[in-house]
């Protein structure tokens, strides 16, 4: 199933019969693999096999929930299981790669955290592992799987907007300070999935600017822009230590523009029929000149689907391995992520000197 | 008076007897022109005696509702007034540095509008053309004088906020787009205005990056980091082509935070008891990585005083012409303003390179 | 020019030629009547001639503001100046009946204050009075000429909301504690004259209960049913020792809902595709129960024209006066809310026991 | 443990040594069974033994969910098992007194879910016997036992809102309209039990309009007045066909006023220092009138305790049980609430009619 734009994923989906059961293997059980494990417990057609974590504590309790499933503190006890067939690692970024890398070099498909990886080159490696392995390797990018980001998507891509202006983007809370990530790579991840899939293009050049404020930590307060051709410009604000939360995006095209707010309970997005208009001018003399009009028009909340993003993410993602489909979030959406990530974080180094990016070359 | 920390100052204004009344011409009388009049007709000690403007409709405006007035399409007639001791300049930024030069070399006190001029240079001429006609130059930082921000900056100085980490800006709305100067120099002045009383210090760099997307037309999407010491930053975000309109300031300390509404009717600013502590590690193998604490408390909005801001502003510049104090908004506080615009566009016309900025000297 | 359902009414008006001036005369400068005067002072058509007040001071001030108006102490000054064609009635309640008695008598047209008079005998007179002189009689039930209410009015009058179930609204805030009136004939009044022209019905039965809080004013705090037929119910909330100010109504449908906030700057009214469906149940056994399905889809906000409404009404009541038409709020549509206020002071005296309202009949 | 006013109550609940397992069995699994079972599954001291419900398919999923408990269609297994102490009941409306009596008959102790019973008579059989076998028994007025209800009811009781005004309260939106009771039933009894708890005094009479749109189904749209001695006056508005879900309370005294918000995240509670003052007038003609002033100062969100309430009552009750302790929503709170809600359906029959009630007495 290729998640086409405007589609109505849910219902089909959940119609569908499910032919052959795909046995799931998880690593790592902290903040998100409960919620991995719970999804790919309940969608039809998958089974959860194991789950390993370090922690003695976390395989408890997943063995309370899901009494069945065999847990263990070593990894490579799920990934030598010949019955499993894919593979979700749920780990922190620094052990991605390698986990990634033993999953597929074992013969499995492999579903990963974002950010997938914590260097382009290992990103293109394991994309690479996967085309040779012939396995579906896919990205977590959650966000791209709501029922208000593929509304966005649609809205986008049926030109509703028009010509694009901007995508600006505000991620912002009092939240955990990472240790080994900087806030980029912790939360902008999140809205440069979203950004890559809303507009299937990749920026020519990248900007960071950002602060340190607690002592021995990373970069906890930082803002991000990345440049498109046509004028076209993203900007991405995030913050560990902002009083209030906030999770507001503005696109804007010349025809319409949205502004999603992942907070309002039921009207996450609004499309403004707003915008300005130009004209030629009456002025003989300043027959050069555009006249600027100003439109305020209607404003408009489409109702979204409500299935769970995650739902919908794993059984893509079953979906894929069984089809042989690429995947939305394939290995490639991830390494364009990386690609920015890493060049971000090369010019906050250089006190927000922009850094180019030359286009993505994948095999 | 002398605008100090803290202090509230509206009902002493109101209770003070004016001693001898200043006569008060205006130039421009546009946008913002009704808004000086009226505030200048009303204030105590102050009359009102010409304005100019180079449209003949307009004047039949302000004619109507003044009577008293004297009004002319020449401005050369108000500065040569000799009766006149203050002119006010609320014309087009081009022509800003201009008149304030007459009118000061006429002899006159000025309070011209943001930004003071088109270059640093032009700030600086102004700046000590002031001083050697021992002459009030004052620039209308309107913002400064309402009750919110002297809330804020009471609260940043005496420390609520402790050690402060960022400042934080969004002004974007549907707005007028404007021909001569870019949205930094219409909209972040007035942030950048607010920050350099609130913070009492200058950035060492600046980072602008921005598009322009209307044919003909400056820049109208722009992003702004300023860089001080002790990790400090400020951002900026202003867009002429929002289809909401958000004018919200957050500002972190390591003690309390502060979130700033200017658009929230009666409650526009928010203290918040949050942040993080740092303690010592237990765990003497780790006695050199701090523990991160998360700290939530109260939230407390202050009542503000209602004084409209420009009022404020008024009895201000005419306290400053009688006792020949500094105006908290002085020709080198709008200097100090002019000083980022001017790097910000530097840094905007290359792509987001970080620009220095040196220790401003005014002789 | 009648107001009809739908109609884009500012345009035409702005365009339309005034035939013969109409001259005004205003009874009342305290808290409304300025802005009375502006709109008579600034629409095409009227001559703003006279106006009395008691207090010299108010008289000073519309003297200075407009120079060419007669002002007097004494309103039957204004009454007895033959030059003037219509008085405007701005001044406390109970002094209504008499002023616009006399006016109608006077052989004036009169636009009255809301509520019109204190009673419904009174009110009664005044429409008879009005219909023997052949004189324009129109309540100033301003919101009904905004653009948001008569958005509602073309809403509710073309089926989009389907059969009506409820109109529910609240009006709070710590507000002005009146001494002459309770709170529903200070601030329920504005709601009642909306639905009255939203509903165009009148209700069968009121029942009111509520409190006074303050020793020797009215009741400050109170809640007011309205019963109609087909189980259409309304209800509101006045209170003036609010601590925010709330301004909403809801008006449900079995089609569609609206919400209706006043203090939203540019999204005053949102329709919702919300409600709930009865579908023949497929049970045999069950057949007479209907099965209830919920239904969830987008949400519209649509752009309101920006004129302000006592704009709109003031050039409503000049064109009334030259055409002969009925004024959308004229004296029988300003006797059905004071009908509902006085049976409602009746309710409340006796603890919420509700009252019957005979159908109005007007000779 | 008595849960006192403005007591931190969970640190001490966390703290404290459970002595003695206390057995718990549930009868009915459907919308809020699920909860009841996870909270009684997870305090300490209290071991979840059996599950009872009608319906197979739920049992099924309470089994999965937690392997070592019974579960039984019929529920006089649970009843007839001597291991269980305490038995909570979570059924429809209809079932709670019979299933309640047969409980306290069996020597258990009781937690039901609200209303108590269908009417006040059934209520005060269900006190009674609870006293006669000198059981717990205990109302599931869950809203009383969260951080914010605790908040209020200490700012009350403290008198920081100095003498109580009104209590208004909304609670509407679209949601599952019940076959069997109203909405005051349904929706105004969580307001009843919160507001019973918060002010701890009973009404004296009251008053309730409503109406009921869908054929078949009972009153889905009301609106209730309590009346209270000295002018107190208490309102709820409660509707299951809004367009908009709101959760808001009122709360006004003459000293400050509460704006309780449940649907705010983290924000539930603000305290506004607002109101009027009443003082002498130094008219000496009006020497008996009060002058009015307005105040207006600070607002105060306070921070609350995180626990859920549910986990907090559970933990509640079982330490009634060990101590003998009243609960704070004890039989007889919920017959205070169940006595408003049958005096308010006969004011209802008979199109608000206010009707008296006389104090409460419990031998």
């Not at 309970?265 to 555009?290: Q, V």
């Not at 909340?301 to 769970?308: C, I, K």
């Not at 894929?320 to 920015?340: F, H, K, N, Q, Y």
């Amino acid at each position: 199933m290729t998640l086409t734009i405007g589609e109505r994923l849910d219902p089909e989906i959940e119609r569908r019969t499910p032919t052959g059961t795909i046995r799931v293997g998880v690593i790592g059980y902290g903040y998100w693999g409960p919620n991995l494990v719970r999804n790919f417990a309940e969608v039809p057609g998958s089974q959860m096999v194991a789950v390993s974590d370090l922690s003695a504590q976390r395989l408890a309790e997943v063995a309370a929930r899901y009494p069945s499933l065999t847990t263990t503190t070593d990894f490579r006890d799920v990934l030598a299981d010949p019955t499993i067939d894919a593979i979700i690692i749920a780990t922190p970024v620094r052990t991605h790669f390698d986990l990634a890398m033993q999953a597929l070099q074992a013969g499995k498909h492999v579903l990963v955290e974002k950010p997938m990886a914590e260097t382009t080159q290992q990103g293109q490696l394991l994309v690479e592992t996967a085309r040779q392995h012939q396995r579906v390797l896919m990205v977590d990018h959650t966000f791209v799987y709501t029922g208000a980001v593929r509304k966005i998507k649609e809205l986008v891509t049926g030109e509703r907007l028009g010509q694009l202006y901007y995508y600006d983007s505000v991620r912002v809370n009092l939240g955990l300070v990472q240790h080994d990530v900087n806030v980029l790579w912790d939360l902008a991840v999140h809205d440069l999935s979203i950004m890559d899939y809303v507009l299937a293009q990749e920026p020519y050049a990248v900007a960071a600017t950002g602060a340190a404020h607690i002592p021995g930590k990373p970069v906890n307060t930082a803002y991000l822009t990345c440049f498109f051709p046509d004028n076209l410009l993203a900007h991405f604000h995030v913050n560990w230590l902002a009083p209030v939360k906030i999770r507001r995006t503005l696109i804007g095209g010349d025809r319409q523009m949205i502004v999603y707010d992942d907070l309002e309970p039921s009207e996450k997005i609004k499309i403004y029929d707003k915008g300005i208009t130009l004209n030629g001018n009456a002025n003989p003399d300043k027959a050069h000149e555009l006249l600027i009009g100003y439109r305020a028009g209607d404003m408009w909340a489409p109702q979204l689907p409500m299935t769970e993003g995650l739902r919908v993410e794993a059984m893509h993602f079953l979906d894929c391995i069984r089809t042989g489909e690429r995947p939305v979030s394939d290995g490639v959406a991830g390494l364009r992520v990386l690609r920015i990530l890493e060049a971000a974080s090369v010019s906050l180094e250089h006190g927000g000197r922009p850094v180019e990016l030359s286009p993505l070359e994948v095999a």
